[in-house]
């Protein structure tokens, strides 16, 4: 893919946010939050190795880790799938 493509995706993407929003302003504003985080992520790959380590020795702050690694998130939540029947 070239840069150009690169660039049309990106900007058709944002059209289709605004679309969903109904907002330009807010589907920028949304756009630029998630490749703030891919920065972020990309960045900690980057300290840290490849995601191997990423998923299993860094504990997270995100939204369901609170202070554990993904991967043990991951492994506690297996019982409760399994409990909901979701897996």
Not at 26 to 45: F, G, H
Request: proline share 2%; net charge positive; aromatic share 6%.
């Amino acid at each position: 893919m070239t840069t150009e493509q690169k660039i049309i995706k990106t900007k058709v993407g944002v059209l289709e946010l605004a679309k969903q929003f109904g907002n330009v302003s807010q589907a920028c504003k949304e756009t630029e939050a998630q490749l703030a985080a891919l920065e972020r992520v990309q960045r900690d790959k980057e300290a840290h190795g490849e995601f191997e380590g990423y998923n299993t020795q860094r504990p997270h702050q995100g939204r369901w880790c609170y202070g554990k690694t993904p991967m043990q998130t991951f492994i506690d939540s297996v019982s409760l799938a399994k409990e909901k029947r979701i897996a």
